[in-house]
């Protein structure tokens, strides 16, 4: 099995490839930060696998990390710069998703305390007449 950076192929398809990566990985980090922005702006996180993000951080996490290791030199490393934007810059969007999914299900659960407590005190009330 070669080792990372090596290759037999011609420079062109190895410049092509990492053209590729690059390209790849803007999309992958953009997909994420498209969903960031729509959380936000609706202040929740409805429709969205949290699970599903929670497994992805976890498969990028491991992903990167073999790229780390593997490496051996830091011209591997530079060469690697692709693959890791896209694994663990991902792993880093992918963990404000799942922070915005805890800090708006808290939100909720407030919201929803205080929806109850409004209606016992209707309840209260309407007993009391």
Same mark, same amino acid.
């Given at each position: @099995?070669?080792?990372? =950076?090596?290759?037999?192929?011609?420079k062109w398809e190895v $410049?092509?490839? &990492? +053209? %590729?990566?690059?390209?790849? +990985?803007?999309?992958?980090?953009?997909?994420?930060?498209? !969903?960031?922005?729509?959380?936000?702006?609706? &202040?929740? %996180?409805?429709?969205?696998?949290?699970? @599903?993000?929670?497994?992805a951080a976890v498969a990028?996490?491991?992903? =990167?990390? /073999?790229?780390?290791?593997? +490496? #051996?030199?830091?011209?591997?490393?530079? !060469?690697?710069?692709?693959?890791?934007? =896209?694994?663990?810059?991902?792993? /880093?969007? #992918?963990s404000t998703i799942l /922070? !915005? $999914?805890?800090?708006?299900?808290? =939100?909720?659960?407030?919201?929803? +305390?205080?929806?109850?407590?409004? #209606? #016992?005190?209707?309840?209260?009330?309407?007993? /009391?007449?």
């Amino acid at each position: @099995m070669p080792l990372c =950076g090596s290759t037999n192929n011609p420079k062109w398809e190895v $410049s092509f490839g &990492r +053209a %590729v990566g690059y390209v790849s +990985a803007l999309f992958y980090l953009g997909s994420r930060v498209s !969903q960031i922005l729509k959380n936000k702006s609706r &202040r929740s %996180v409805e429709g969205v696998s949290v699970l @599903m993000f929670a497994v992805a951080a976890v498969a990028n996490t491991l992903y =990167g990390t /073999a790229i780390l290791v593997r +490496a #051996d030199t830091f011209a591997e490393l530079v !060469q690697s710069v692709p693959w890791l934007l =896209g694994s663990l810059g991902t792993v /880093a969007l #992918d963990s404000t998703i799942l /922070a !915005q $999914s805890w800090v708006y299900a808290k =939100g909720r659960v407030d919201e929803d +305390a205080e929806t109850t407590d409004a #209606d #016992d005190e209707e309840n209260d009330l309407n007993l /009391a007449l």
